[in-house]
């Protein structure tokens, strides 16, 4: 029996949840309830479709119900049940063009490169951390809109992964970020594991300049107040040091 879903509503209509397991730091999907259907961003583990399924119906809602999976990158944490629940019925699975054939399984995705504090934390992978192959009907680019919450505009974000994307909802003042930042100990920080790292930085920017009030991070706890400006200002706490510069570094003999 799966357990009760952990379901928190962070702005009108739009939950975020929790993914359990403990594989990863406090996981999160997120499903928008409209009038008729349901639109879910991310979808967690390969096992965690009943999960997902368990929170509609906590929510009144079924499983045939879900029109619209987006995936914000081709990772199995994220895009790991899509699979299972494009079969459900009438779902529509988004991605990326840049990501779409990944996610489909034709090509092999790009290698996160760790820093040295990553990789206290983390195996070096030696292939990427794909999700089981899944069909794509849209693929989408920055400023492409989708009918979410009355309109959620793309944000391609890349540096995370090559095509990872973010969904701005303006009606909401909400951002979803993926994993382009994330929250960590009461801090908002630079997402880990990432392709490129001053890529993330320049994604989490524009990220930051929808200014938006609510944050859903793809792992940590939501905020509620100045997002955009705390996503602006993200720490970098599994950085790489900066190069030391200046004179006061000389050895004199």
Known sequence: MTAQPDLLEIAPSLYRLRIPDGEAHLLNSYLWLGPDSVALFDTGWQ???PVVEAALHALGRSRTDVRQVVLS???EDHAGAAAEIATWGYAEIIASATEAPVVRGIDEGALPRLTAAEEAIHQTPTE???APACRVDIEVDDGDVLQI????RVLHLPGHTPGSIALHLPRLDVVLTGDTVAEFNGQVVLGVFNVDRAETR??????ASTGAQIAGFGHGEAIFADAGTRIGH??????????RTGTS?????
């Open 249 to 253: 570094s000389t050895i004199r003999s």
């Open 202 to 207: 320049r994604s989490a920017l524009s990220i």
């Open 234 to 243: 993200a720490e970098d706490p599994f950085g790489d040091p900066a190069p």
């Open 47 to 49: 096992h965690s479709a």
């Open 73 to 75: 990158h081709f990772h």
């Open 149 to 152: 919450a009355g309109e959620a």
């Open 128 to 130: 990427p951390p794909r």
